[in-house]
């Protein structure tokens, strides 16, 4: 119904936004990543947006970017995963960290969106891996230091003989105490602390 919507910003939240469009109030539901780009109130911005409506609730999502508003309309095309879930995984991680989470299995930076358990993160590697665009996944700059060295931990914890999903959980739990660590011996040696 609304490609876009361009107006002032009147008031603005990490979740939502409310722009005036010649005297007209729009609320919109944004993520913390849309949040963080857009200027600042009383300034003049352009958010590309979805409707959803249902029987009971109309909500306005905005979006910075046009390849925002193509994965939320992904997400919410997979079973189980609203609106609501699909805020929360774009506040959490931009559109090239989780399309190559997607492309590559990774389903420990997957669990680590909150809300999304083991089960959901394999529905959404199943049911968008052939969805998402390939150039989503060849333009992302790299992974994240933190993503790497839960990779690697989880391939060293395999390798002493614990089980992938076992290792998954030792390094998540690792990764809760210590969000950016410096490295993936300190990682795998966390992870064994927690083992104990």
């Known amino acids: 119904m609304f490609a876009y919507i361009e107006g002032r910003i009147v008031e603005k939240s990490p979740t939502r936004v409310v722009l005036d469009v010649n005297g007209l109030g729009y609320e919109l539901n944004i993520s913390v990543n849309t949040y963080e780009?857009?200027?600042?109130?009383?300034?003049k911005v352009r958010l590309f947006t979805y409707l959803h409506v249902r029987e009971d609730l109309m909500q306005l999502y905005g979006f910075r970017e046009p390849d925002e508003r193509d994965l939320f309309l992904q997400l919410i095309?997979?079973?189980?995963?609203?609106?609501?879930m699909a805020q929360g995984i774009l506040s959490r991680v931009t559109v090239e960290d989780f399309a190559r989470a997607v492309a590559t299995d990774d389903y420990l930076m997957l669990t680590q969106i909150p809300g999304v358990g083991k089960k959901t993160a394999q529905r959404l590697v199943m049911e968008l891996r052939d969805k998402?665009?390939?150039?989503?996944?060849a333009a992302s700059p790299g992974t994240?230091?933190?993503?790497?060295?839960?990779e690697e931990a989880v391939l060293a914890l395999i390798s002493l003989g614990y089980r992938r999903g076992e290792a998954e959980k030792l390094v998540r739990r690792a990764?809760?105490?210590?969000k950016q660590p410096e490295s993936v011996e300190v990682l795998i040696k966390r992870a064994l602390q927690s083992a104990a």
Not at 37 to 43: H, S
Not at 77 to 84: H, Q, T
């Open 37 to 43: 780009r857009i200027p600042q109130r009383g300034e």
């Open 77 to 84: 095309s997979v079973s189980g995963v609203g609106p609501r």
């Open 132 to 137: 998402l665009a390939p150039r989503e996944v």
């Open 144 to 150: 994240s230091p933190a993503v790497s060295f839960a």
């Open 175 to 178: 990764l809760q105490a210590e």
